[in-house]
């Protein structure tokens, strides 16, 4: 009887039509109310208040970081399974669909130009971030003796040198073509058997299994959808190798959106061992280290399965 309830609480909530088009959102991307009433034209009020309904009937869950609220379809096989099979193949929700992966597209965009301006003050303006915590020689200590290694969001390249000390080839990759203008001029004439590329952490420019091992450092805050950063670089790792990830612990300073761009305050170690999990990974180690600025940073160190 329990179960006839609720399933009929879940029905009734989606025969309205604009919260079956927010769940259908809400089946493919975790997404905040600003990200919906983008993608739906929608007003604010109305968005949150239909939010609440889906969340009543268990369909949608939430979770918050800091001032923003981010809200995913719920799990289950009941809730991902049948009803994206009711609205699977229906044009207006794959129109939908499309124009929320171009809203979230332009956000890049608009991202990767702030990140062009910022990229010849970003080596002090992570220090100002990082502050003791000397997440160089801790990424390098765990790198063993491969054949390629790639820095994933390599930013102005602070790490790809002290990788090639490790690896006989070293891939960059970042969105902003400034990043890579940086790394160039830092690495001179020594940037031999460094190859950079221009590309997203959710699209890699890379061959599925290219690598023996790859770096995440201080990017994933910075994505639209961490998990699939995740997936992306075990796609081009090989079987075995492994993937160092580096993020902030979760936190609560809200200027740091405004200040540096990120879109997640921090990650816990919850989540992070969460996403690895499911993207084929075997977690070895986890490491915390005090920033000496009320922040602690995190070092994740996995194994693809």
């Keep these: 009887?329990?179960?006839?309830?609720?399933?009929?609480h879940q029905l009734k909530s989606l025969a309205d039509e604009t919260r079956l088009r927010i769940f259908n959102l809400l089946l493919k991307h975790e997404l905040n109310v600003n990200d919906i009433v983008a993608a739906l034209d929608l007003g604010q009020p109305r968005v949150s208040r239909h939010l609440k309904i889906l969340s009543d009937a268990g369909l949608v869950i939430?979770?918050?970081?800091?001032?923003?609220?981010?809200?995913?379809?719920?799990?289950?096989?009941?809730?991902?399974?049948?009803?994206?099979?009711l609205i699977e193949g229906d044009e207006t929700m794959a129109r939908e669909l499309?124009?929320?992966?171009?809203?979230?597209?332009?956000?890049?965009?608009?991202?990767?130009?702030?990140?062009?301006?910022?990229?010849?003050e970003w080596d002090s303006l992570k220090r100002g971030i990082i502050g003791n915590a000397h997440i160089t020689g801790e990424i390098i200590r765990r790198m063993g003796r491969c054949g390629?290694?790639?820095?994933?969001?390599?930013?102005?390249?602070?790490?790809?040198?002290?990788?090639?000390?490790?690896?006989?080839?070293?891939?960059?990759v970042d969105r902003s073509p400034r990043m890579l203008d940086e790394a160039r001029r830092r690495m001179g004439r020594n940037g031999k058997s460094i190859e950079l590329r221009i590309g997203e952490l959710e699209h890699l420019p890379m061959r599925d299994?290219?690598?023996?091992?790859?770096?995440?450092?201080?990017?994933?805050?910075?994505?639209?959808?961490p998990p699939?950063?995740?997936?992306?670089?075990?796609?081009?790792?090989?079987?075995?190798?492994?993937?160092?990830i580096v993020d902030l612990e979760k936190h609560g300073r809200e200027e740091f959106r405004q200040s540096y761009g990120h879109r997640w305050l921090g990650f816990t170690g919850e989540e992070m061992s969460r996403w690895l999990k499911d993207a084929g990974f075997a977690v070895a180690e986890t490491r915390m280290f005090d920033t000496g600025r009320g922040l602690n940073v995190a070092l994740f160190a996995a194994t693809k399965k």
């Design 98 to 120: 499309e124009k929320l992966k171009e809203k979230l597209h332009e956000k890049g965009r608009e991202k990767t130009v702030f990140y062009d301006a910022m990229a010849p």
């Design 1 to 8: 009887m329990v179960i006839f309830v609720t399933l009929l």
């Design 209 to 225: 299994g290219e690598a023996d091992l790859a770096v995440v450092n201080m990017v994933l805050h910075h994505l639209t959808a």
């Design 228 to 244: 699939e950063g995740i997936r992306e670089a075990a796609r081009v790792l090989k079987k075995g190798k492994r993937l160092i």
């Design 62 to 85: 939430s979770r918050r970081d800091g001032s923003w609220v981010f809200y995913r379809a719920a799990e289950g096989p009941g809730i991902r399974g049948e009803y994206r099979a």
């Design 148 to 172: 390629t290694a790639a820095d994933l969001g390599c930013g102005t390249g602070e790490l790809l040198p002290l990788m090639k000390g490790k690896a006989s080839r070293v891939i960059g």
